[in-house]
């Protein structure tokens, strides 16, 4: 019996092209639960759920765009007009979270993808392709977030944070 060959990686173009490709869906890939009927914010899709069923499928330039996607996403849905009702997270068979653990549902996960999304893209790009596709991604987010009503406070804290680490650079 022969043991199975070794997946291969994919060549570091393609990978940046489906590392971007798969941000631009993973942007909106969380609101696909309107279109499931699994209610608006289900925790299936509004979590970091689908990069890691990407990832189990060793599928890791897409898990690597669509946890960054969503993870944009998910940061913008942190400030709803009012969390209450169709903004609130559902639960599948058991309804909708409370406002607080909306929150830190959102939160946690927006943070979780963000953070896989990078671990993913300093393992699969080398620096230069990482670069490229960082400014990409930028890019896209910036453009998502612009036109997104939750985006405006997201834009301000990473405005806020890009200045505090330059400052904190700056100083060292």
């Keep these: 019996m022969s043991s ?32 499931l009927w699994l209610g608006h914010r289900s925790a299936l899709t509004h979590s970091i759920l689908p990069a890691l069923l990407l990832l189990a499928a060793r599928q890791r330039a897409a898990a690597c765009g669509i946890a960054a996607g969503t993870g944009v996403h998910l940061a913008a849905d942190c400030f709803p007009r009012h969390m209450i009702g169709y903004a609130t997270v559902k639960l599948p068979l058991a309804g909708a979270m409370s406002p607080l653990h909306s929150y830190a549902w959102l939160a946690l996960n927006a943070v979780a993808a963000l953070l896989l999304a ?21 890019a896209a987010a910036l453009r998502y977030l612009w036109h997104d009503p939750g985006g405006w406070p997201v834009l301000a804290l990473v405005a806020l944070g890009v200045g505090a680490w330059w400052r904190l650079r700056a100083a060292a």
């Design 4 to 35: 199975p060959e070794p997946q291969r990686a994919p060549p570091p173009a393609v990978a940046a092209i489906v590392t971007l490709v798969a941000l631009a869906v993973g942007l909106t890939l969380p609101d696909l639960d309107l279109r």
């Design 118 to 138: 990078a671990a993913l893209a300093r393992r699969l790009h080398a620096p230069v392709v990482r670069a490229a596709v960082a400014v990409a991604a930028l």
